[in-house]
């Protein structure tokens, strides 16, 4: 028997443990208190999955117009140009708040010009890219990413990190037939250990849910990737686009 119990606040609200997720809460955390839910465990997400790495401009015979030309022609040239500016523009940024939260990212022995010993990073070569470019740990890059992350939020004092809590439904002023535009309150979440229903409100919700790529039969995606947030998102009537773009 499923039974409501407790109302908790916050004033972010973010559904979802992977990358996005955490990332966001670690952001949030410095305007104000952070909820974090996931369905699993916070390391069982796509993120976890991902093996090869991050694309960025680190070596000095790349460029970022280099990377913003092969992103745009691996899109076949659907990709909003604008979007993929700002992101290949950010990325050696994001980087380095990576390597200061504690990823490992693979590193080899470089012997520069003037023949000092130096470490560099290990950059990878993968499909579409141009110049070496891909920062990796090992073939278990979203495991050690996941894991600097996970420990970041919770050593934390301001960011709770709620387990096998599994969102049901976004709860918004329209559902509640409030007058005025449309926003989201909060959510209904299931406790899935005690099969208890909880009422959480938030200044803001961010959807972190991921795609649902196991929607499909044939797919390297987790169980976990089944578009419930997708779903919650349309229910409460936001605007769904490009679900016709999977990595399968």
């Known amino acids: 028997m499923v039974t409501e119990q407790q109302r908790l606040n916050c004033d972010y609200l973010i559904i979802g443990s992977g990358c996005a997720g955490l990332?966001?809460?670690?952001?949030?955390?410095k305007?104000?208190?952070?909820?974090?839910?996931?369905?699993?465990?916070?390391?069982?997400?796509?993120?976890?999955?991902?093996?090869?790495?991050?694309?960025?401009?680190?070596?000095?015979?790349?460029s970022m117009e280099s990377h913003v030309q092969d992103t745009l022609k691996a899109g076949a040239y659907l990709c909003k140009e604008d979007v993929?500016?700002?992101?290949?523009?950010?990325?050696?940024?994001?980087?380095?708040?990576?390597?200061e939260l504690g990823v490992n990212f693979t590193r080899r022995r470089d012997i520069s010009e003037d023949g000092n010993d130096t470490m560099a990073f290990d950059l990878g070569?993968?499909?579409?890219?141009?110049?070496?470019?891909?920062l990796h740990?090992?073939?278990?890059?979203?495991?050690?990413?996941?894991?600097?992350?996970i420990a970041a939020c919770q050593a934390h004092d301001n960011i709770t990190?709620?387990?096998?809590?599994?969102?049901?439904d976004l709860i918004s002023s329209r559902h509640l037939d409030w007058d005025g535009p449309n926003r989201c309150l909060g959510a209904f979440v299931l406790e899935r250990q005690t099969k208890t229903v909880h009422t959480i409100l938030s200044r803001f919700v961010i959807l972190a849910t991921g795609g649902a790529g196991k929607?499909?039969?044939?797919?390297?995606?987790?169980?976990?990737?089944?578009?419930?947030?997708?779903?919650?998102?349309?229910?409460?009537?936001?605007?769904?686009a490009n679900m016709e773009f999977y990595q399968f």
């Open 23 to 29: 990332t966001a809460a670690l952001k949030a955390v």
């Open 31 to 62: 305007f104000g208190s952070v909820l974090v839910i996931t369905k699993k465990a916070a390391a069982d997400c796509n993120s976890s999955w991902a093996q090869g790495g991050i694309a960025c401009v680190m070596d000095s015979e790349d």
């Open 84 to 99: 993929v500016r700002r992101i290949v523009g950010a990325a050696p940024a994001r980087i380095e708040e990576l390597i």
């Open 125 to 134: 070569a993968e499909g579409g890219h141009s110049h070496r470019r891909i």
């Open 137 to 149: 740990a090992g073939d278990i890059s979203g495991q050690e990413i996941m894991r600097a992350l």
């Open 161 to 168: 990190l709620l387990e096998n809590y599994q969102a049901v």
């Open 215 to 240: 929607a499909y039969l044939y797919t390297s995606n987790p169980d976990v990737a089944c578009g419930e947030g997708i779903a919650m998102a349309y229910r409460a009537y936001c605007e769904i």
